[in-house]
């Protein structure tokens, strides 16, 4: 039931509160937040953070936890077959809160957290969860939990998890919404998806779930568009759709759609709630509208709305709406008269994004700090007990799964990267119990780290880019190559597999013997100046890729151009990247490939290969993933990381090692090894693998 399929999420998320259900749970459910990365262009909010509201009850103050404390999410879980899976679980998608435990659907699994004794439990891939990035969550009228995630929709009944996916009857298997009706029918929304061989997004409109089947319903059923932010089912048994063109409502047999001609505030509907009078309530870019079964009424700033970008709608236990507004704070309603809040009125900070009430009328929510311009980071669980609020910060890991490179050092320690396309968190380092980080305000000359290699010694070389520094023990010490400072942009740096260092800069190739620094030539002595990749094979032979996926081979002599397509021709108007390279103990030299066809029929459909040369010939195997590094392990296996998996070479065997029930769902960027234990870098946490207790 499961199906592999690589999907990347591209826009950013609103919440959205579900409706009450008959036993006064509250749920928000919603599109997925896109991992830093804004929405596409004429969606409603493109350049605001929607962030999450928090609501008030009219309950008498009764607060569950009595002291602040720390909220350990982030330790390692699983140990299936000699695996283990460490997740950042700070980015919060959606909370449940059910009886005295409270559910959170984060992109590194589920956690289940009992506040009341600070227990967390974690539940990834290992488990049965179909992906750790996960977007929604819901609990159905019989028990069972569902969760949606970026490869599938997973149920779990307490016991037994089963997943679904495109191969049962799911459309697309992005899950970004999950509700029921008053049927018991299961409704999910999707998420846009980048087709194989296309750029052009696409998403496949919603399906009802009734028990046995799928159905599926698009715009040409009715639905006003495919692409439904938000799915709310309300208590006369209408379902309703909020979109990027308007609002449907669906009454089981018929489709009716409402737009700004009919009285919406804008087409672009990003909340959708019902307030206990059995009014329907949407949020939009240009403030709230409430339907009364004939008619819409407007609010806005004029009426008393903090601000007309409404992201998320709730109900609290007294009947009062609740409006969040990104990071203007929020908005509260009682039917008469509208309150505004923000941080200077209590709460603990203005961006706060999911929200839940529990069954005592308390507010649980999660809570945001702004990292930079176009990124936000969690950095707890807040709670308010209708008099005060408090916040529980998160401890004990990662701060994003997205790890860029890793690195064992000699006293066994891990250190790993962690950053993305929007700017690196730093160092960062695992002694077995706890996590450690280092930032520029520590000492670093950047907070992304490219690369982490170990010389002959076990010492640890970082890349920043345009330094390479080393730790030792309290401080950071810049390295400067031949004597000089280094000058420029790194553009190669790698380890070869006779433990010396290679390093390419604006200025000159240089290497390292262990000891000493030496320069090999300038930068103007090589055959192009736009180096991207270098390593030298044990037959003294230096290699260099260009930017132009030239491959050059210095054999102490001279530069020669190396035709290494040879063994395989390229089809006509191909192009053709060398993601990587790499030599083995054996002399062999190693390069993965990716190719591009470029024909009409299938325009975008990548073909990947790992090609090596003996030193005589080149031979030529076909991968299902882009390659990105190459490792040989102390016992002389060959790892190749790929987008997709990891691959291991024995010198006869391959075996390949999926997402699905081993390492953690993302790119495989980087691995490590120390005495048979494996550290493996994903762009979707890190997984370790005992190698001694599987094989």
Known sequence: ??????????????????????????????????????????????????????????????????????????????????????????????????????????????????????????????????????????????????????????????????????????????????????????????????????????????????????QTFTRKDGLVSDYAYTIFCDIQGNTWFGTDIGLSKYDGSTWHTFTTEDGLPSNHVSAISQDKQGNIWIGSGNGVSRYDGNNWHTFGESDGLGNNVVADIAVDSQGRLWFSHGHYGISRYDGKSWQNFTKNDGLPTDYVVEITPDYNGNIWFSIYKRESTNFLHTTGIGYYDGKFWQSYPYSGGLTSNTISAIAVDETGNIWCGLGSGFGGEGAWYYNGADWHTFTTGDGLPSNYVYDIIPDKRGKLWFNFGSTISQYDGSHWISITASGGSIDGYISAFSRDSEGNLWLVNDTEVAWYDGINWHTLMGIDDLPRKDIKLVTHDIRGNVWLVDEKNGLWQFDGTGWHSIDWQMISPLPKNATVSIDSIASDNKGNVWIGTSVDPHTRTSPRAYTYDLRWFDGKTWNITYFNGRVNSIFQDNDGNLWFCKGSGLTRYNGTIWRTFIPKDEIAYGGVRAIAESDGIYWIATTGGISRFDSKSRE
């Open 1 to 214: 039931m499961l199906t592999e399929i690589m999907l990347y999420s591209l826009w950013c998320d609103v919440y959205i509160l579900n409706g009450v259900n008959e036993r006064n749970h509250y749920r928000i459910h919603g599109w997925r937040k896109g991992s830093q990365v804004m929405k596409r262009p004429n969606i409603l909010l493109n350049s605001i953070f929607l962030l999450f509201i928090l609501a008030l009850t009219g309950c008498q103050p009764q607060a569950t936890i009595s002291q602040i404390q720390s909220l350990p999410v982030n330790q390692p879980v699983g140990n299936k077959n000699g695996w283990q899976i460490f997740t950042c679980s700070e980015n919060i998608n959606d909370l449940l809160a059910e009886g005295d435990v409270l559910w959170e659907a984060t992109e590194g699994g589920v956690v289940r957290w009992e506040p009341k004794t600070n227990i967390t439990w974690k539940y990834t891939t290992l488990d049965g969860l179909a992906s750790n990035d996960v977007s929604c969550l819901f609990k159905d009228d019989v028990g069972n939990f569902w969760f949606g995630t970026d490869r599938g929709l997973s149920r779990y009944d307490g016991s037994v998890w089963c997943t679904f996916t495109t191969e049962d009857g799911l459309a697309v298997n992005k899950i970004t919404s999950i509700a029921q009706d008053k049927e018991g029918n299961l409704w999910v929304a999707y998420d846009w998806e980048l087709p194989p061989d296309g750029d052009v997004g696409y998403s496949s409109g919603v399906c009802r779930y009734d028990g046995v089947n799928w």
